[in-house]
């Protein structure tokens, strides 16, 4: 069984830049799907950026694409999302999670979830 942390959160004026990071326990991270959802308020939990276990292939939902960057350690059990160019419309809490073989949008595809770190972007 997969425990996510995150960390690095903060707040960040407008343009700025974010470093999450969030760090698993359990003996099968490195065959996982990792990826990032963020929650607004009032709003649904929604897909961020996700990359695959084995090749490390990389997916963004659009609003993100070009401005965030997923990677992962898996010899440190860590995931990391860059972020730049850092606009108001991205202040939310984020949320690491954890799937099995595909990666996938629906947060409800996914079966391990972190606490979340919020992020807050000044205007």
């Known amino acids: 069984q997969e425990q996510l942390v995150e960390s690095g959160g903060g707040l960040v004026q407008a343009g700025g830049s974010l470093r999450l990071s969030c760090a698993a326990s359990?003996?099968?991270?490195?065959?996982?799907?990792m990826a990032w959802f963020r929650q607004a308020p009032g709003k649904e939990r929604e897909f961020v950026a996700a990359?695959?276990?084995?090749?490390?292939?990389?997916y963004y939902t659009d609003s993100v694409k070009g401005r965030f960057t997923i990677s992962r350690d898996n010899a440190k059990k860590m995931v990391y999302l860059q972020m730049n160019s850092l606009k108001s419309e991205d202040t939310a809490v984020y949320y690491c999670?954890?799937?099995?073989?595909?990666?996938?949008?629906?947060?409800?595809?996914?079966?391990?979830w972190g606490p979340g770190t919020q992020v807050t972007v000044s205007s």
């Open positions: 999670a954890a799937k099995p073989f595909f990666i996938a949008t629906p947060a409800e595809k996914y079966n391990y």
């Open positions: 990359i695959s276990w084995n090749d490390g292939s990389t």
């Open positions: 359990g003996r099968t991270f490195s065959s996982y799907v």
